[in-house]
Nanobody
Framework: QVQLKESGGGLAQSGSSLRLSCVLSGTIFKIHTMAWHRQSPGTKREQIALINSDGNTDYSNSVRGRFTVSRDSAENTMFLQMNNLNPEDTARYYC???????????????WGPGTQVTVSS
């Protein structure tokens, strides 16, 4: 079974940095994309960073220039380097992937349980 687990969240001061990790495990034929999302209480979940199989990345306007997504293909691990944090970055952060478990199946989406990030002023 496919499983994702985030780590690295916690309390950070405004202007400081955090580095999140997402470990992917299970039966995998091909990873198409991996992405980071975040959600604050009472708000809809938003995608903030994505990396595809070619290594191309996309960022939301809210994090572009401050956050960097990367991936270690050999370890099936994705990272999110978060710099210049501010209180608006406070949210629960989730990782996801779009992948195939077999060559004969269609790609599906999988989600991790999330990790909390709190930024104090």
């Amino acid at each position: 079974q496919v499983q994702l687990k985030e780590s690295g969240g916690g309390l950070a001061q405004s202007g400081s940095s955090l580095r999140l990790s997402c470990v992917l495990s299970g039966t995998i034929f091909k990873i198409h994309t991996m992405a980071w999302h975040r959600q604050s209480p009472g708000t809809k979940r938003e995608q903030i960073a994505l990396i595809n199989s070619d290594g191309n990345t996309d960022y939301s306007n809210s994090v572009r220039g401050r956050f960097t997504v990367s991936r270690d293909s050999a370890e099936n691990t994705m990272f999110l380097q978060m710099n210049n944090l501010n209180p608006e970055d406070t949210a629960r952060y989730y990782c996801s992937t779009n992948l195939q478990i077999r060559s004969t199946t269609e790609p599906r989406n999988y989600w991790g349980p999330g990790t909390q990030v709190t930024v104090s002023s």
